[in-house]
């Protein structure tokens, strides 16, 4: 891998959402790795230690806020949580603050402009941790 290049983990159970963003990533120079269920998550940060992992909210076994309440205790200290759905963005916004995400992004959110604001995330400060209740 070459050196400063940015390392995405793409979590979401749509394999087709999975393969459009991964491929939209890489177009614009981001290494991309994918996983298709809110389980194993933390595993599989701990293995690949991304800079942003990009998680879905909504999964039938566990959703994506309380993954990131879980996983970012097995992350690095300068991996970023950014939630992504096609929910309405003031409930992803209160969602993101609340499991202690460093943000959110709309699905509609595709190519150049996704790329872009994924990079902002690792510009701006680590939020906060949340503690588990």
Do not use: W
């Not at 509609?108 to 995330?121: C, N, T, Y």
């Amino acid at each position: 891998m070459p050196e400063g290049k940015l390392r995405v983990l793409v979590v979401d159970d749509d394999p087709d959402l999975l393969d459009l963003v991964a491929r939209s990533l890489k177009n614009h120079g981001i290494e991309v790795e994918t996983h298709l269920s809110a389980l194993g998550v933390a595993n599989r940060i701990r293995e690949s230690t991304p800079d942003v992992v990009l998680i879905d909210v909504n999964f039938p076994s566990l959703k994506g806020d309380k993954v990131v309440s879980l996983a970012r205790s097995q992350a690095p200290a300068n991996t970023r949580f950014v939630l992504y759905s096609a929910s309405d963005e003031a409930q992803l916004r209160s969602l993101a603050r609340t499991s202690g995400a460093d943000g959110y992004l709309s699905k509609s959110v595709q190519g150049a402009e996704l790329a872009r604001k994924i990079e902002s995330f690792c510009d701006k400060p680590r939020a906060a941790p949340v503690p588990l209740v």
